[in-house]
């Protein structure tokens, strides 16, 4: 390239920089610090002990506890509450500022109601109001979606050979971790909780805690999102398949690469088992394959199974026969996709173990996906009728393989019943 092209590409680049920081600076800026006001009870064996109680409780209700916080917030409210338990505190209507003191998150509190024990058995009661500021992202507003970790693949060889190019197996973990968290950024059926990066992570929160940062920046702390489900599993093979398959001297394995997978969605809190499965993925590579279509193939099918256990493709509206639209879009489904449109399905009550069980209904209709949004998607029926389904209706990918074709009329062999001659 010349040397005039190139310097004017640079200075094309640096404009385009210089435009897009005001941008992300006015992005920054959505994100705020709000005060949460909150009347709270605490109990214990002296003032002190029920103060403390009290504003822990407000700081639990507004911002939760982050994970390894629990022991460094109670010392601080500790200290904060043995620092205000003189006598003349204990008073109806006292208002303490100690946002600073609380490294930021409590901003003050005004005691409402103070119980003296009336027995040597009985304990003290202060009732509180307390501001506590609290850290509002406006990424997503309101953002109520079930939250999703992905956990770094376990792997069971050292390296993979696909299609000659021989992937480590730490890096091989990481290209498919690194697929699924797109896949399921871009369903935007789920709230994505980042743990790929925990080293940078800790880097910044440790700056936060320290005296170089300001109480109100240190006060975003305790903001981390916990992972309602998450997403674990072991890349178990890649390669050629480990039994040879021939028929008369023709090798039916040559040129195919394999890979199978395992995974399972884990309800965090409970750490039961919503779903586990094990793909198995058979590809001939051509000249044009990349190394990266493998693992996109593979987080297709996982970030399609996991987001349809918990939130199946569902039909939001219908407008015609050509305008049906979807309830999930970006990679969850494709043009020209077919979907089985299910009928109202039941609850019904597992006669061994008791649990509710819902069963799908029977196959109303089948439409093709004709285009793909960020959010959603449209589609047309293929057969079937629109008075049979509405919003809410539950569709299920059919499998590539299947091709539609119409209703045949039934003919004397057609049942499994023997032929009347």
Not at 34 to 53: E, M, P, Q, S, W
Not at 101 to 127: A, F, L, Q
Not at 295 to 306: D, H, L, P, V, Y
Request: proline share 5%; charged share 20%; hydrophobic share 40%.
């Amino acid at each position: 390239m010349p040397r005039q092209t190139l310097r004017h590409h640079r200075v094309s680049d640096m404009k385009t920089i210089i435009l897009l920081l005001p941008l992300l600076f006015c992005t920054a800026t959505q994100a705020r610090m709000v005060d949460v006001v909150r009347t709270v009870t605490g109990f214990g064996a002296n003032y002190r002990d029920a103060l403390n109680a009290a504003l822990l409780e407000a700081v639990q209700q507004v911002r939760g506890l982050e994970i390894g916080t629990e022991k460094n917030l109670h010392t601080v409210m500790e200290q904060v509450a043995t620092a205000h338990s003189a006598t003349t505190t204990a008073t109806m209507g006292v208002k303490q500022d100690i946002y600073s003191k609380s490294h930021g998150w409590v901003k003050s509190y005004k005691i409402t109601e103070v119980v003296k024990p009336k027995t040597r058995d009985s304990g003290w009661k202060v009732t509180i109001r307390v501001t506590v500021p609290h850290f509002q992202s406006d990424v997503i507003p309101n953002d109520i979606r079930k939250t999703l970790a992905v956990a770094p693949f376990h792997i069971t060889q050292s390296s993979y050979n696909i299609d000659g190019d021989l992937i480590p197996g730490v890096a091989a973990s990481r290209r498919l971790r690194d697929s699924l968290l797109s896949h399921f950024t871009e369903a935007r059926r789920f709230a994505v909780v980042n743990r790929a990066y925990g080293k940078e992570m800790a880097s910044e929160l440790a700056l936060l805690k320290s005296d170089l940062t300001s109480t109100q920046e240190a006060s975003r702390l305790g903001q981390v999102v916990g992972a309602d489900f998450m997403v674990v599993g072991t890349i178990q093979h890649i390669g050629l398949p480990s039994r040879k398959r021939t028929f008369y001297g023709a090798d039916f394995n040559k040129g195919l690469l394999r890979a199978v997978v395992s995974y399972q969605v884990v309800e965090v809190a409970s750490q039961r088992v919503a779903w586990a499965k094990v793909i198995h993925t058979d590809i001939r590579p051509n000249r044009n394959f990349e190394t990266y279509e493998l693992f996109e193939m593979i987080a297709r099918k996982i970030a399609s199974g996991t987001t349809n256990v918990i939130y199946p493709i569902r039909i939001m509206d219908v407008v015609s026969d050509k305008q049906i639209y979807l309830s999930q879009g970006g990679l969850s489904v494709k043009v020209d996709d077919l979907l089985a449109v299910k009928g109202k399905g039941r609850k019904v009550k597992d006669p061994d173990t008791g649990q509710p069980v819902i069963v799908s209904g029977p196959r109303v209709a089948t439409i093709k996906v004709t285009a793909v949004e960020p959010k959603y998607s449209v589609a047309e029926l293929v057969d079937g009728n629109t008075s049979l389904f509405g919003a809410r209706s539950v569709v299920e990918q059919l499998p590539k393989s299947a091709k539609h074709q119409p209703p045949a009329h039934l003919t004397p062999g057609s049942s499994a019943a023997p032929i009347q001659w």
